[in-house]
């Protein structure tokens, strides 16, 4: 029997934290004592508070030292519980991502987050979170990876490690100014309940008072929105930049290995085979630059906001189609046999097309009905029509290249999502359902869209627009 495994010391911690509203019990009793005055009855009655905090720490203790994994042969065993014990059976044949986190705040206590992942798991949550030490961690991946630790990389193994240029193109062209205004809220909101309210008020008025003075003629309202949405593209390239340095991908037999990061480092290991597709992503600017990204899905991949999604980060076509075929040789996109038909320009054009037309009547509307608000209202207005633009151009682009192809039973979608052109390429076994829909003006001109839903977690389906509706048919016969 191999050795057991116990959670880290640092969980009890955490247990604390969830029998915490066993302090209320003190609380009350010194609220009602001061209320009624009464000093001595309080200090008499220390010895309760002393053993309820006492029954808090016993069993947050308790639940850390029940909580223990092992690796028997193929099958990974997870027992854990105090008054109900219970004990999860998972067979090695079933795990799809096996993950280790190192995140900074963890790495002074020596300790690490090891997560397992399988089909029959909830789409938010792991199969199973533990923390461990960085040496059973370790062990666990390399029993996942097939080997003991200290064993050489299979022969015929692909490496690939991108080039710091490519994780730079990749932290510009793709960073979000939205998640770094939401990483920046969040900060400024830890920093008050750690700091003290003043702290945070103290960043808010600072940040007010440098838009007052940068704002080079512009109303300050506009000039402040003008920043925050610069310092959340900030943000947002710096946190990507740091989450894909030191980047290496390596595909072993029938798992890919996966690690990157600096200050929280992370190191994923998915089942080659149970990887649903492969996803070719481009942008408007990197579709006009011949730049092109890979990501993929599988089960348990890229869950959760801060893990590696991107495979291949921002790279030209001829150095793409080259690290492609090393990491996914059986997935190659085959050229467009099902274009978008010419009848169906519509499906593609009239939606951003309303927004485009949109955003100018609202506009006149705000500034009709709030005087003196003119500058920012068209400022705004101005900067809502950037995104508005950009959606009707990748719109055209999917009309330009967007449709479907089929190689043996490997299928090739090409369609776009929001602000992005997808190249998606998945085996017919990770298909789980085609539709073919119609709309209404459809039914006239022998057109449809071709939803397709490949396997994973949640609802994950593809939408290609417009293909004639009987080659369709030929098509997924």
Known sequence: ?????????????????RVLYLIIIPVLRGFFAALGNDLTGWLAGTWADVLILLLMVGIAVLRWWWVTCRWDEDILYIHSGVLFQSETLIPWRN?????????????????????????GGSRANADLTIILSPQNARTLLERGRGREEGEHRPKGAGVYTPHTSSILALSLLNSNS??????????????????????????????????????F???????????????????SFIRTFLQYKNMQVSREGDNLHIVGGTVTSREYLVKYGEVNFIDIRQ????????LYSLYISAVGYG?????????????????????????????????????????????????????????????????????????????????????????????????????????????????????????????????????????????????????????????????????DLKQAEKLFA
């Open 1 to 17: 029997m191999s050795p057991q495994y116990r959670a880290h010391p640092i969980t009890i911690l955490g247990n604390l934290w």
């Open 303 to 467: 869950k959760q906001k801060e893990d590696i999604t991107c495979l291949v980060p921002t790279e030209g076509e001829a150095k793409f189609r080259q690290n492609r075929t090393l990491l996914f040789p059986a997935l190659s996109p085959a050229p467009r046999s099902l274009p978008a038909s010419m009848r169906g320009i519509l499906r593609f054009v009239a939606q951003p097309l309303y927004l485009c037309l949109g955003v100018p009547l609202i506009t006149g509307l705000l500034i009709w009905l709030m005087e003196g608000w003119t500058a920012f209202a068209l400022f705004v207005g101005s900067m809502a029509m950037v995104p508005c633009v950009v959606f009707l151009l990748a719109r055209i682009f999917d009309y330009r290249t967007g449709g479907l192809a089929r190689r043996g039973d490997v299928f090739t979608l090409r369609y776009s999502k929001g602000f992005y052109l997808h190249t998606v390429v998945v085996n017919r076994d990770k298909i789980v359902q085609v539709e073919l829909r119609r709309g209404f003006f459809q039914r006239f001109g022998s057109t449809c869209d071709v939803i397709v839903r490949t396997r994973g977690e949640g609802r994950i389906q593809h939408r290609c627009r417009a293909l």
């Open 217 to 235: 003629g512009i109303p300050p309202a506009a000039a402040a929105l003008a920043y925050l949405l610069l310092g959340g593209w900030t943000v």
């Open 178 to 215: 939205l998640a770094g205004i939401v990483f920046i809220a969040a900060f400024i909101s830890q920093s008050g309940r750690l700091l003290g309210v003043e702290f945070s008020r103290l960043l808010i008025d600072t940040f007010e008072e440098t838009a007052r003075a940068l704002a």
């Open 95 to 119: 795990i799809v991502t096996l993950s280790v986190t190192y995140p900074f705040y963890l790495q002074p206590f020596r300790a690490v987050r090891l997560r397992v992942d399988t089909m």
């Open 283 to 290: 942008s408007l600017i990197t579709k006009v630059m011949g």
